[in-house]
């Protein structure tokens, strides 16, 4: 196997369905639990190094990989939806597993982890400043756009080209610039929290998710962070084939919990 992305948690802070909530998406995802979503958690794997982006919350157990080795943990940025797995993660009994975050912004949360690390050994990375984890994995943290400093990461393995794009809404340019520069990405992951008629300061909705792939233009795309403020399912499926420039819109994927991505270079 080249690589593999497994994603174990598709969905925002709120998981779908939300708590007491009757929306469409909500009861689309209390009907058919195949719809529902849990925190960010992203899993990909390399030949024999498993590194995980965000654990939103402990879903290792949950996706029966609870005697996997991690290798390393990247974190965007320390809102718990991104990190309370790592709460009981610290209690691992593999070797030590190396987390590297960001201290530009640092929530109450994340600053207990840090005091409290147990297992995880904490490491620091900078913007644009390339993390080399082997001779063919290398993975470089950029900006982007949110309510708190956030950074999503370029990773590069045998010059296979992914970009996490989670959380923001739109990119900084200096971030645009660079992905644009590189003008070969496989693989994109892009967040759209929200549904078409709904804008925030914070994150895209569904169109702004779609305007960012089409300037991105990558070989395959994943629409992910999605939360039940967004299109049920089926009508977002179809809303993304609408409003999408053939043939683009055949490699654009909608993130699920326990989808499976194999790369190919
Ligand atoms: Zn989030
Ligand atoms: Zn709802
Ligand atoms: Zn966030």
């Not at 759209?192 to 305007?211: F, R, T, V, W």
């Not at 994943?222 to 420039?245: A, C, F, G, M, R």
Request: one cysteine or more; charged letters at 20%.
């Amino acid at each position: 196997m080249f690589g593999q992305l497994h994603i174990l948690g598709s969905g925002s802070a709120h998981t779908t369905p939300c708590h007491g909530c009757s929306c469409e998406t909500c009861k689309e995802a209390i009907k058919n639990p195949k719809y529902r979503r849990d925190c960010s958690t992203y899993l990909f794997k390399f030949e024999n190094f498993n590194i995980l982006i965000d654990y939103g919350s402990h879903l290792l157990n949950k996706f029966n990989l609870n005697l996997l080795k991690i290798n390393y943990i990247f974190i965007s940025h320390t809102h718990p939806d991104h990190i309370k797995g790592l709460y009981s993660l610290c209690w691992t009994k593999q070797a030590q597993i190396p987390v590297y975050y960001s201290n530009s912004e640092i929530s109450n949360a994340f600053q207990f982890l840090l005091d409290k690390p147990k297992n995880l050994i904490f490491k620091e990375y900078k913007k644009f400043e390339s993390i080399k984890l082997n001779d063919n994995l290398e993975i470089i943290p950029i900006p982007l756009n949110h309510n708190i400093n956030t950074h999503g990461f370029l990773i590069n393995y045998k010059n296979y080209l992914i970009a996490y794009l989670l959380d923001t809404k739109g990119l900084p340019k200096k971030t645009m610039d660079f992905l644009t520069e590189l003008n070969d990405l496989d693989l994109v992951l892009v967040d759209a929290n929200y549904g078409p008629d709904l804008m925030h300061k914070s994150h895209n909705n569904i169109n702004e998710a779609l305007d960012l792939i089409n300037q991105l233009s990558p070989k395959k795309s994943i629409i992910t962070h999605i939360s039940h403020l967004n299109l049920p399912v089926k009508e977002l499926i179809k809303y993304i084939q609408k409003n999408t420039p053939k043939p683009l819109n055949r490699q654009i994927f909608l993130a699920y919990d326990g989808l499976i991505i194999n790369f190919q270079k």
